[in-house]
């Protein structure tokens, strides 16, 4: 059987009882990283010490097919560096092997560094969407923001801290400098912080630097009852009365919720 573990996002209080018994009986142990199991081992004070295989990003594909083998003798646990394993880590190969050759899977539930965020971030949690980290490259990075500027539910991303004040820029640029959003960092650990706000003030802050794991929470639109084409001739018409395009747009996408760069575009476009 496969077992999927989750294990502690920061507190090592955080391990499940059912995920110490696990680690205490299992042989075999497929790890994202076999350095960071031992120190779980050691920490929780499992004497126990099963064989390590290392299984990550670039070795999945290969190993995927021989980890579901073993698992139809005996229980492999599959283990990320921290949460559930398959979230934004290996594991997600080896569950849809073990589903094609019929072996089966189960799942140790425990911390979760998107549940965690969500919870804290104050934003609705009837309805959301994880989106993982976004791209690196920053013209592929806003075009997935831009996408995503109509999305009604409240979504999550990790994002590194070195990319994080750049992340937060173009969010408020793709949604509106105006969108309520919250960013986690260090949740479970000793500094942990929750710092909310709307994305320009969080974008402004995080300028100035921030450490640490980080997770990022955005309120979903609002205000969509104001169709894109006529949100942008709301900017055509502020302009013919005096305003400036840009703060026309910015003017018009805090009330409507709208994309500030989309709408001043489609009015630069319009006025030809």
């Not at 305003?243 to 003017?251: I, M, Q, S, V």
Request: hydrophobic share 50%.
């Amino acid at each position: 059987m496969i077992i999927l573990g989750a294990t502690p996002i920061g507190n090592l209080g955080d391990a499940t009882r059912r995920l110490v018994d696990t680690l205490a009986r299992v042989e075999v142990v497929a790890a994202e990283d076999t350095r960071t199991t031992q120190r779980l081992l050691a920490g929780l004070g499992v004497e126990n010490r099963p064989r390590l295989i290392a299984l990550h990003d670039h070795n999945e594909k290969q190993r995927a097919a021989e980890i579901v083998e073993l698992a139809r003798e005996r229980d492999v646990l599959v283990l990320s560096d921290a949460g559930m394993p398959t979230v934004s880590d290996p594991g997600y190969g080896v569950v849809a092997e073990a589903a094609r050759a019929g072996v089966a899977v189960t799942v140790l539930p425990g911390p979760s560094a998107v549940l965690s965020a969500l919870a804290v971030s104050g934003l609705p949690t009837d309805r959301f969407a994880f989106e993982g980290f976004p791209p690196r490259k920053p013209g592929e990075r806003r075009a997935a923001f831009a996408a995503l500027a109509a999305e009604s539910r409240t979504l999550v991303f990790f994002e590194s801290p070195t990319r994080l004040a750049a992340t937060l820029a173009d969010l408020a640029d793709a949604f509106g400098a105006a969108r309520p959003a919250a960013v986690c960092r260090e949740l479970t650990k000793l500094h942990e912080e929750v710092r909310r706000g709307t994305l320009g003030e969080l974008a402004d802050w995080a300028a100035e630097g921030v450490r640490g794991e980080i997770a990022v929470v955005v309120d979903g639109a609002a205000g969509r009852a104001v169709p894109f084409a006529d949100a942008a001739a709301q900017v055509v018409s502020l302009t013919a009365d005096g305003a400036r395009l840009k703060a026309a747009a910015a003017e018009v996408a805090a009330q409507t919720g709208h994309s500030s760069r989309a709408l001043y575009q489609a009015a630069l476009s319009q006025r030809g």
